[in-house]
T-cell receptor, first 110, second 116 residues
Framework: TQLLEQSPQFLSIQEGENLTVYCNSSSVFSSLQWYRQEPGEGPVLLVTVVTGGEVKKLKRLTFQFGDARKDSSLHITAAQPGDTGLYLCAAGGSQGNLIFGKGTKLSVKP | DTGVSQNPRHKITKRGQNVTFRCDPISEHNRLYWYRQTLGQGPEFLTYFQNEAQLEKSRLLSDRFSAERPKGSFSTLEIQRTEQGDSAMYLC??????????????FGPGTRLTVT
C-alpha cells in the first residue's frame, strides 16, 4: 500500500516566520502534487513536481522533489495570514486516482 | 472556464434516506473522480470515469453507493439507505487523461453530508 506521511501535522507560527513541511513515502512516484485546502472548500492545486531533485517556486512558496522521487518538501518564506490552511501532498495511485497524505494544518497569526 | 461545480453544497438527511449529489467538471476534461474526506484526513478515492465509462471503484464504495456519468459530462453520486458513518465531505475532481496531467486534478467545492 502506498502511503504518504506528512509532517508536522499541525503548525502555528507568527506572521513573517519561515516554515517547511514534509511529505515522505517509501514508494517512488512519477509525479507529486501539492494542494492547499481551506475549511469547507475543495483542495486547490498549487504545483506538480515530476523530476527527481526538481525545485519549483510559486511566489513565496518553494517546492522540492527528492532525488529519489520518494519525498517532497514545501518551504514558505515570510508567512502571511493568507497562507493559513491545510497543505496536502498527493501522488498517483495504482487505480488512476490520487493518494493523499493527511495534511499539515498551518495557522499563521498576525 | 468556471471550474468544477458541485450541488448541493450542504445536505442534511436522516438515517435510511437516499441522497444524490451532482458534479459538473471542467468542460474539456474527460476524467471525473469522486473522493470522500472526513475530519483530519486527506481525501480518499471512491471512483472515477473516463468519458462515460466507470473505470475504477475503490473498495470503500459499498453496494449502497452508485455513480453515473451518462453522457460523459456531469456525474451523479447516489447513496442509498444512508448511515451515520456516511457523514463526510464528498469531493468531485476532473482532469485530462494525458500522462502526468491525469494526476493534476481540479477539485470542486464539495458537498458536505450530515446524516442524523
Amino acid at each position: 500500500t502506498q502511503l504518504l506521511e506528512q509532517s508536522p501535522q499541525f503548525l502555528s507560527i507568527q506572521e513573517g516566520e519561515n516554515l517547511t513541511v514534509y511529505c515522505n513515502s517509501s514508494s517512488v512516484f512519477s509525479s507529486l502534487q501539492w494542494y492547499r485546502q481551506e475549511p469547507g472548500e475543495g483542495p486547490v492545486l498549487l504545483v506538480t513536481v515530476v523530476t527527481g531533485g526538481e525545485v519549483k517556486k510559486l511566489k513565496r512558496l518553494t517546492f522540492q522533489f527528492g532525488d529519489a522521487r520518494k519525498d517532497s518538501s514545501l518551504h514558505i518564506t515570510a508567512a502571511q495570514p493568507g497562507d493559513t490552511g491545510l497543505y496536502l501532498c498527493a501522488a498517483g495511485g495504482s487505480q488512476g486516482n490520487l493518494i493523499f497524505g493527511k495534511g499539515t494544518k498551518l495557522s499563521v497569526k498576525p | 472556464d468556471t471550474g468544477v461545480s458541485q450541488n448541493p453544497r450542504h445536505k442534511i438527511t436522516k438515517r435510511g434516506q437516499n441522497v444524490t449529489f451532482r458534479c459538473d467538471p471542467i468542460s474539456e476534461h474527460n476524467r471525473l473522480y469522486w473522493y470522500r474526506q472526513t475530519l483530519g484526513q486527506g481525501p480518499e478515492f471512491l471512483t472515477y470515469f473516463q468519458n462515460e465509462a466507470q473505470l475504477e471503484k475503490s473498495r470503500l464504495l459499498s453496494d449502497r453507493f452508485s455513480a453515473e456519468r451518462p453522457k460523459g459530462s456531469f456525474s451523479t453520486l447516489e447513496i442509498q439507505r444512508t448511515e451515520q458513518g456516511d457523514s463526510a465531505m464528498y469531493l468531485c475532481a476532473s482532469s485530462i487523461s494525458a500522462g502526468h496531467s491525469s494526476y493534476e486534478q481540479y477539485f470542486g467545492p464539495g458537498t458536505r453530508l450530515t446524516v442524523t
